[in-house]
C-alpha cells in the first residue's frame, strides 16, 4: 500500500493560513533539505486546488528561469500531481490531473494502486479529511518560532480527537522544529 505523507509550515500557535507571509525568515538549508527530501521522495503529489494553483503560479516559471532551484522546480513538474477540487479544473502544468470522485474514496484506491509514496504540501482542508479518516500515513510540521495570533488553524475543524504518535522530531539552528507524528497505535 502506497504510504501518504503531509507537511505543513506552522506557527507555534497553530496557524497554517498564507505561510508565504512569515515563514521564509525562518527558511534555511537545513528546512529547505527537509522539505526538499519529503517531496523528493514522492512519485506523486497530491494537493488542493488552491495549493496547486499558488505552485502552478510560481514552480514552472522557476524551472524556466533556470536558476538554483531549477532542478527542484523540474522534479516537481516532472511529478505526477492529482488536485483535489469539488469543480471540474483544466491544467496548464504538466503531469496534473483531477481527483476523481468522493475524497476519500478516491484517495483510498489511490494508496492501492502500483507506485511510490504520494506527498503533500499544504492543502490544509484536504490533510484536515484524510487525518479524520486515517488517511494520513506521517504529518510532518514545521514548527516555526513565531506566534500569529491570528489565521487559520490547523485543528480548528475537527469533529473529534485525532491520536497521533511522534515517529521523530528535529531543531534546525534557525529555530524551527520539525515533528513528524503518524497514527497512533491500535
Known amino acids: 500500500m502506497r504510504k501518504i505523507t503531509a507537511g505543513l509550515f506552522i506557527s507555534t500557535d497553530g496557524v497554517v493560513e498564507s505561510p508565504e507571509q512569515w515563514h521564509f525568515k525562518y527558511f534555511d538549508d537545513e528546512l529547505g533539505a527537509a522539505v526538499g527530501a519529503l517531496l523528493g521522495a514522492s512519485d506523486t503529489v497530491l494537493m488542493g486546488r488552491t495549493t496547486y494553483d499558488v505552485f502552478a503560479g510560481a514552480w514552472p ?4 528561469a533556470g536558476g ?9 513538474g516532472d511529478t505526477r500531481k492529482i488536485v483535489v477540487s469539488r469543480q471540474d479544473l483544466s491544467f496548464t502544468w504538466r503531469n496534473s490531473e483531477q481527483l476523481k470522485g468522493g475524497l476519500i474514496e478516491a484517495v483510498t484506491a489511490l494508496k492501492q494502486e502500483e ?21 494520513l500515513d506521517e504529518l510532518n510540521l514545521f514548527v516555526h518560532p513565531v506566534a500569529r495570533g491570528a489565521g487559520m488553524r490547523l485543528f480548528d475543524e475537527l469533529a ?15 529555530g524551527t522544529v520539525h515533528m513528524v507524528y503518524g497514527p497512533a497505535a491500535a
Open 61 to 64: 516559471a522557476v524551472e524556466e
Open 68 to 76: 538554483e532551484e531549477a532542478g527542484m522546480a523540474k522534479a516537481i
Open 115 to 135: 507506485g511510490g509514496p504520494i506527498g503533500m504540501s499544504g492543502s490544509v482542508s484536504v490533510v484536515r479529511q484524510l487525518l479524520a479518516a486515517g488517511l
Open 160 to 174: 473529534g480527537p485525532i491520536e497521533l504518535t511522534l515517529l521523530s522530531c528535529r531543531a534546525f539552528a534557525g
